[in-house]
């Protein structure tokens, strides 16, 4: 498993967190995390990514505010997925 810092937490955000999660009965990271995994599992549920590419994916993801801002990110996204396909069955150095 994997850790998770959120750095700046104001007093009055920690304190709603712990007073939640003492109404719950859970810890504040417990809460935390049910707390994202139900606000992500929402968003998830909404988009549908079924048949996607990963490029595609992250395309109907990513909003972007301007047509240059949306140029950009399919430009990255354009490089990140033919680097994968280049790399696809290469072998890696020193692994047996």
């Given amino acids: 498993m994997a850790d998770l810092l959120v750095r700046n937490v ?7 967190l ?3 999660a003492d109404k719950a009965g859970h810890s504040v990271s417990d809460e935390i995390k049910s707390i994202l995994q139900q606000e992500v599992g929402e968003v998830w549920k909404k988009l549908d990514l079924t048949g996607m590419s990963a490029l595609e994916a992250l395309r109907s993801i990513m909003k972007a505010d301007s047509e240059e801002e949306a140029a950009a990110y399919i430009e990255i996204m354009e490089e990140i997925e033919a680097e994968r396909k280049r ?3 290469r072998p890696v150095e020193g692994f047996e």
């Fill in 10 to 16: 104001s007093d009055e955000l920690r304190e709603n």
């Fill in 18 to 20: 712990a007073a939640r």
């Fill in 87 to 89: 790399d696809f069955g």
